[in-house]
């Protein structure tokens, strides 16, 4: 009997890892991800699940990022009956991030729905809402690090800490059909980096038939970094920011991003690094996240000093929305740091709205950029974006740190490969962009040349991609399946990037010409484009 893996989410994308894992005895999953980027991966976020719910026999959670884990209130409402196994503070950190997505949801179909209406379009409903999200919670069950649990039968699974966020884990899996022997897994989940502010470093076993692999920055090689360089690097992108008025705006995933940013901002008012300002952590849900990252606090590594700087009169906590607005009305230097990461979703959105076009506004991106998300547009450089709806100019600076980044870099992830040999049958490298897959890729293939380590069969799943684990082949679909997107354009600008660009592009292009008689011009050359389709 077969022993089969269905890759399901974050092949050859960043975001939405799900793994199905079957056997002839059960049916697994090894996360349940939210998709993010282009509205066409998003859109599958709306799709039914490509399997029944009702024959997941249990669903093993890596950590509690969306992109990981934001899809299980649906998963749960779809008739999924089992239990969700995930790490103590995993199950805490979900109890504040699923609700918090289903809140969010809920506002923006909202808003979506008032646009809708005016444009006489049908309405739309969330995904799930944020009571879903909260019966959902009633599914999980903790799980102690380095201990084995049997969560179905023929299955055999155990957590090792991960390195990348609070809770975090990589799952070891044995899986059998009841004949031959078991067939031994790795899921890496999200590998944390050798200098990480809060996490100690990744764990786990040795020699595996396979390793799935995420590869966000499979190309890149960060140069080597401490705490004390980190914090450097963030004092002189403040004093460059730093004026009379004007803001720092720091996109941040509400969890570990936010707290490792506001720890060393603090610290480096303390030590007069940089001038004291107020700091607004204008994030309901990383608010939440922090006070269970308090009580946690013995995991990590810097425990103590957290605790100490969240008491701060520098750090401010805006929770409700009138707060939140408040901010508006500081004349004064200060600095926002709000969710989401990507700039997709979330109150940072606004604060981007108010402040892009202006001149003393820097944004500091600290974290990874998925293709499509409006993140990544001001990294790679627009001159004018499109928020709510509306135009408008990019004239800040846009600044980047990678010294806070949760995802260990190619090299690192190299590393924890080796230490995870020797792998008999084959490494499949998710959760990262083509050409970061490729060259994570081209890294192993030269260490195995180099006899660095032992050579290992390679795989790109594409999604939806099933792969027979005994011998490596890829099988076909399951029957009266169809194909949910094409795998050649996951992850990849989408017509609505295009479209996005191109409003922008006719708006700069009006506005470039030099009268009223120019811009008939140019309105009468788009009309006859148009007519000509």
């Known amino acids: 009997m077969a022993v089969t893996m269905q890759v399901l989410g974050a092949a050859r994308t960043v975001t939405g890892l799900q793994l199905l894992f079957e056997t002839g005895r059960t049916r697994v999953l090894v996360d349940c991800g939210m998709f993010q980027g ?85 309405e739309v409903t969330p995904i799930y809402t944020a009571e879903d999200a909260r019966a959902a919670l009633s599914s999980f069950r903790p799980v102690d690090p380095g201990q084995w649990l049997s ?18 884990a990589s799952i070891e899996l044995e899986l059998s059909d009841g004949g031959d022997a078991p067939v031994r897994v790795m899921v890496s ?42 914090r450097d690097r963030l004092a002189a992108i403040v004093r460059e920011a730093w004026g009379g008025t004007g803001v720092l705006l720091i996109p941040a995933f509400a969890v570990e991003r936010t707290q490792e940013i506001a720890l060393d901002l603090v610290e480096l008012m303390r030590r007069q690094a940089i001038p004291r300002f107020p700091v ?66 979330g109150r940072i959105r606004h604060h981007l709205k108010r402040w892009l076009h202006r001149r003393d506004a820097t944004v500091l991106l600290a974290g990874f950029q998925a293709e499509g998300t409006l993140g990544r547009l001001l990294q790679d450089g627009v001159r004018a974006v499109r928020i709510q709806g509306e135009e408008s100019l990019v004239r800040a600076r846009i600044r980047r740190i990678d010294d806070y980044s949760g995802h260990a870099d190619a090299p690192e992830l190299l590393a924890w490969l080796a230490a995870r040999g020797p792998v008999a049958r084959g490494v499949a490298l998710v ?86 008689k120019a811009r008939g011009v140019v309105i009468r050359r788009l009309r006859r484009a148009l007519e000509d389709e």
Request: charged share 25%; glycine share 6%.
């Open 431 to 516: 959760h990262g962009e083509p050409p970061a897959i490729d060259a994570l890729a081209d890294r192993i293939e030269a260490a195995a040349a180099a006899g660095t380590m032992p050579p290992v069969r390679i795989l790109k799943p594409a999604l939806d991609e099933r792969i027979d684990l005994r011998d490596g082949r890829t099988l076909d679909a399951p029957p009266n399946t169809r194909p949910r997107a094409d795998p050649a354009r996951i992850g990849r600008l989408d017509w609505h990037n295009d479209l996005s660009r191109l409003l922008l592009d006719i708006s700069e292009a009006v506005d470039r010409a030099a009268d009223e």
């Open 38 to 122: 282009p509205k066409s991966l998003k859109a599958l976020n709306y799709e039914p699940f490509p399997y029944d719910p009702g024959s997941i026999a249990c669903l093993l959670l890596t950590h509690a990022h969306v992109d990981h884990a934001g899809l299980i209130p649906k998963l749960v409402k779809a008739g999924f009956p089992g239990p969700v196994y995930a790490t103590r503070a995993t199950v805490d950190l979900c109890s504040a991030l699923l609700p918090d997505s289903g809140h969010i949801q809920e506002m923006e179909v909202e808003a979506l729905n008032r646009r809708n209406a005016r444009r006489g379009h049908a």
């Open 189 to 230: 989940g999200d590998i944390g980096p050798d200098a990480a502010a809060l996490q100690r470093d990744p764990e786990g076993p040795s020699g595996f038939d396979w390793v799935v692999l995420e590869s966000t920055y499979g190309d890149e090689d960060r140069p080597a970094t401490d705490r004390e360089a980190r």
């Open 280 to 345: 607004f952590v204008d994030s309901p849900l990383a608010i939440r996240a922090t006070e269970v990252f308090l009580a946690h606090a013995a995991e990590l590594d810097e425990g103590i000093d957290l605790a100490a700087a969240f008491r701060t009169p520098e750090l401010r906590f805006t929770e409700t929305a009138d707060e939140s607005k408040a901010i508006a009305r500081i004349a004064s230097f200060h600095a926002v740091i709000a969710a989401s990461g990507m700039c997709e979703a």
């Open 151 to 168: 969560p179905a039968p023929g299955v055999r699974a155990r957590y090792w800490n991960a390195g990348h966020i609070l809770g975090s």
